[in-house]
């Protein structure tokens, strides 16, 4: 079955220090792809997404994302976390041949350190 | 764009009770999707509309939850006999349906729990 992991739980990072959150997708020839962050008891937010075109994306609140076929990864990254970073944050697909089902990985929850 | 508001924010009820959740999309947007997510998961896709059509069903989707979306603008989730498993974020999105990807925005959830 189609899937999106996400391989860490949870990430502590120092405030200032560089960040990435890992995310695979499990097939799809063409891979729609989205990073999304949940703050505590909040809906999620989009932070951005690729559907085709150059494979480094830039999202809102300085975050970028690269996709790469060969490694089926869809990496998230920032130069310089804030401690107002600190939430959960969900890869997701969507469902090969839907338009409207997407698939969810299961989240990172990232942790500034002071 | 005053972006996709649920309603309660938090519902705590017995089990066995009924439960009704709304879901105001934005205003422009044809597709509305509800999803659930327990702790430490991912939203999961329950169901969808386009306009006031019901097109897929999950099988997360027992006999005891019904949605509807009547006008083509709110969308209501009813949760028939709560069970203690029904506890969960209960999320509404919804989308403006072009071409083959939809961005979906998400409100900030129903936060159900069944005691």
């Known amino acids: 079955a189609q899937s999106v992991t996400q391989p860490d739980i949870h990430i502590t990072v120092s405030e200032g220090a560089s960040l990435e959150l890992r995310c695979n997708y499990s097939?799809?020839?063409?891979?729609?792809l989205f990073w999304y962050v949940q703050s505590p008891g909040q809906g999620l937010q989009l932070l951005l997404k690729?559907?085709?075109?150059?494979?480094l994306v830039q999202g809102i609140k300085g975050f970028e994302a690269e996709f790469k076929r060969s490694q089926s990864s869809f990496n998230l990254r920032k130069p310089s976390v804030h401690w107002s970073d600190a939430a959960e944050y969900f890869c997701?697909?969507?469902?090969?041949?839907?338009?409207?089902?997407?698939?969810f990985g299961s989240g990172t929850r990232l942790s500034i350190r002071p | 764009d005053t972006g996709v508001s649920q309603d309660p924010r938090h519902k705590i009820t017995k089990r066995g009770q009924n439960v009704t959740f709304r879901c105001d999309p934005i205003?422009?947007?044809?597709?509305l999707y509800w999803y659930r997510q327990t702790l430490g998961q991912g939203p999961e896709f329950l169901t969808y509309?386009?306009?006031?059509?019901?097109?897929?069903k999950s099988r997360l989707l027992s006999d005891r939850f019904s949605a509807e979306r009547p006008k083509g603008s709110f969308s209501t989730l009813e949760i028939q006999r709560t069970e203690q498993g029904d506890s969960a974020m209960y999320l509404c999105?919804?989308?403006?349906?072009?071409?083959?990807?939809?961005?979906?925005?998400f409100g900030a959830g129903t936060r159900l729990s069944v005691l």
């Open positions: 509309f386009q306009n006031e059509a019901q097109l897929e």
């Open positions: 097939y799809g020839a063409t891979p729609y």
């Open positions: 997701a697909d969507f469902l090969t041949g839907s338009a409207s089902k997407i698939i």
């Open positions: 690729y559907f085709s075109g150059d494979t």
């Open positions: 205003s422009e947007h044809n597709r």
């Open positions: 999105a919804s989308s403006l349906a072009t071409g083959l990807a939809n961005i979906q925005y």
